[in-house]
C-alpha cells in the first residue's frame, strides 16, 4: 500500500474507538472503501497484516453494522466483501444503525416511564423532563425518516444549503404580524411533536 493509503487506514483505525468501534473493524471497513475492490478475508489479512480470526471477526461486525456485502466469485469458493459504492448509501446507514443500537432503546425506556402513574411531586416533575426528552427524539426521528426517503442529489442540495434555511425561516417569521391570524412566535401547530404531549407508541 502507499504512504497515503496507509494513512486514510490508520486514522480510521485511531477513530473507531471514539465511533464505538475497535479498532481492526476502523482499518477493515478503511481499507475496503479506500481500494473500492472486493476482497477476501485473506487478502485483507496479508494488506494489513492482522491475524485471520481477528479478520473474521471485524468482517461479521461490519455485517452486522450493514456497511459490508457478500460477494461470490464463479469458480471460487472464496467469500469477497465490499462496501456500498454510494458514500450517501454509507452514510444513510451508519445513521439508521446508530439510531436502531442507541436511540430507539431509548425511546423505549421513555415510553414505559411516561405510561407510569407518577407516586409524588418528585415523580410529576421527572416525568414532565422525559416528556420534553421523548418529543425532542420523537421529531428528530421524524426528521430522520423524511431524510431517508430524499435522493442523493437532494440530501447534497439540502446540506449546501447551510445557512440559507435560517434564513429563510427568519424571513417567514418578520412576514408573520400579530393580529393576521399568525403569531409571531411559533405555535404548537408548527411543531407538534414537541409542543404537545408525546402520543405514546404500544
Known amino acids: 500500500m502507499t504512504p497515503l493509503t496507509q494513512r486514510f487506514i490508520s486514522h480510521f483505525g485511531e477513530m473507531g474507538s471514539r465511533w464505538g468501534i475497535n479498532r481492526t473493524v476502523g482499518q477493515i471497513y478503511a481499507l475496503l472503501y479506500v481500494l473500492g475492490q472486493p476482497l477476501n478475508a485473506d487478502q485483507i489479512a496479508e494488506y494489513l497484516t492482522f491475524s485471520r480470526s481477528n479478520v473474521s471477526m471485524g468482517l461479521k461486525e461490519l455485517q452486522s453494522w450493514r456497511l459490508v456485502k457478500l ?23 451508519l445513521l439508521e444503525e446508530r439510531r436502531r443500537r442507541e436511540i430507539e432503546p431509548t425511546l423505549s425506556m421513555l415510553r ?87 402520543k405514546l407508541k404500544e
Open 112 to 198: 414505559d416511564a411516561l405510561l407510569e402513574t407518577p407516586a409524588n411531586e418528585t415523580d410529576q416533575q421527572a416525568q414532565q423532563r422525559m416528556r420534553e426528552m421523548y418529543n425532542l427524539i420523537e421529531l428528530s426521528s421524524s426528521w430522520f425518516d423524511d431524510v431517508q426517503r430524499l435522493s442523493p442529489e437532494t440530501l447534497a442540495s439540502l446540506m449546501k444549503m447551510g445557512s440559507k434555511v435560517k434564513k429563510l425561516l427568519d424571513v417567514r417569521d418578520k412576514f408573520r404580524m400579530p393580529g393576521s391570524g399568525s403569531k409571531t412566535k411559533s405555535s404548537s401547530t408548527d411543531h407538534p411533536d414537541v409542543y404537545q404531549n408525546a
Open 71 to 93: 460477494l461470490h466469485h464463479p469458480g471460487d469458493r472464496r467469500e469477497y466483501f465490499e462496501p456500498p459504492k454510494d458514500i450517501w448509501d454509507i452514510f444513510k446507514t
